[in-house]
């Protein structure tokens, strides 16, 4: 369903991405990474096309919304500028997406890298070829970004006919993970150079799990040090707010205190309280 919108957004809009992609040249590289199967000009038609039907839909919606407020002249002039704005501000953020995606990739692959690494240390220390190593990481299923990047070496060894010096190489290009990158390259050289792919792997493994130590104990400073700022602007501050509020409202202006009382515990303290836990969650290595 997906390639029929691009296909037809190609169709509708192709020559203008054409003309504009020069300018976005910066983008290809971070599509081949993030796995977003599309040229640059597909792209931007894609994102052209998506940003057209957003100014249509706003259009009519804030016309609507505003003849209630203003004349219906100002309503639709304004709707023109504010539908504008926001399918220009939608096409951007398209335009950044690619690079955000490739910045998760790489976050997920980063975090399995330690547990991968070890497990293809026990595997080269079996005398099996290197690009059984890969195989046995491509049944990995707790790692799919890490599992992933592993078919395509062996897709380019078995499928393509490459050799696995070739396929390490083309592969550790596209990877958006740069430790993943260093890992690739130096069991190519390795490789190349007739050196002991074992304990290459147990270094890298244990390069990769005290770095990982590192983080985990990182993450527990910083979680100590958000949990008390927690307890004290979440919790302390507003049962303070509630208990001074209260004592207010006796002398006077109950029901404007009240009603900042029920805004601050049933919206506020919630929305921070998500957002803190959002935060939280990651954060976490």
């Known amino acids: 369903m997906l390639s029929d919108h691009v296909r ?6 192709g020559e203008i991405a054409t003309k504009i992609a020069p300018n976005f040249r910066y983008i290809t590289e971070d599509l081949k990474k993030s796995g977003l199967r599309y040229t640059l000009e597909e792209y931007l038609s894609l994102s052209i096309f998506v940003s057209v039907i957003v100014f ?20 639709v002039l304004f709707s023109f ?3 504008g704005a926001g399918a220009i ?4 953020l398209f335009t950044t997406y690619p690079k955000a995606q490739v910045m998760n990739l790489s976050s997920k692959i980063d975090k399995g890298l330690p547990f991968s690494v070890s497990y293809m240390a026990a595997a080269a220390s079996s005398d099996a070829p290197p690009v059984s190593i890969f195989k046995a990481i491509s049944k990995l299923e707790g790692y799919p970004e890490l599992r992933e990047q592993a078919m395509n070496v062996i897709r380019d060894v078995d499928a393509l006919g490459m050799d696995i010096l070739s396929a390490l190489r083309r592969e550790a290009k596209r990877t958006p993970s740069t430790k993943l990158k260093e890992l690739f390259l130096g069991v190519e050289s390795t490789i190349k150079g007739g050196g002991d792919l074992i304990s290459l792997l147990n270094n890298k493994s244990e390069k990769l799990f005290n770095e990982y130590q590192m983080e985990i104990k ?4 910083m979680l100590s040090m958000l949990t008390e700022i927690y307890i004290t602007v979440m919790i302390v501050g507003p049962i303070f707010f509630t208990i001074l509020s209260s004592v207010m409202a006796m002398m006077g202006g109950g029901e404007g205190i009240l009603m900042m009382q029920a805004l601050i515990s049933f919206i506020i303290v919630p929305i921070i309280s998500f957002g803190f836990a959002f935060y939280v969650n990651i954060a976490s290595p």
């Open 89 to 92: 501000i939608i096409f951007f």
């Open 218 to 221: 990182s993450y527990a400073d």
């Open 81 to 83: 500028i504010v539908s």
């Open 56 to 75: 249509a839909i706003e259009i009519p919606i804030i016309t609507l919304i505003l003849s209630f407020f203003t004349h219906v002249v100002i309503g």
């Open 8 to 13: 037809r957004a190609y169709l509708s809009y």
